[in-house]
């Protein structure tokens, strides 16, 4: 068994709170949790009226006062 508990990070985003996208194709947009499904969000870009899926595994967010 190669499972290493801290191998793992579980976040979790509660809707409503705003994040700063750091890495990907929508990188320096800021965004708004609609929901969150497992591995992925649902987030709306307001500067872009766009709501968009980003994959956890893949995106790194920041979280914004």
């Known amino acids: ?5 801290d191998s793992m990070e579980v976040t979790s985003y509660v809707p409503g709170k ?3 996208i750091l890495s990907g194709p ?3 947009h800021e965004g708004v949790v609609v929901e969150q499904r497992g591995q992925s ?3 709306y870009l307001k500067e872009l ?3 968009v899926k980003v ?3 893949q995106a790194t967010l920041q979280a914004l006062p």
């Open 18 to 20: 705003a994040l700063k």
């Open 41 to 43: 969000l649902a987030l």
């Open 1 to 5: 068994n190669d499972y290493a508990p």
């Open 55 to 57: 994959d956890l595994r």
């Open 26 to 28: 929508f990188q320096d």
């Open 49 to 51: 009226q766009l709501q």
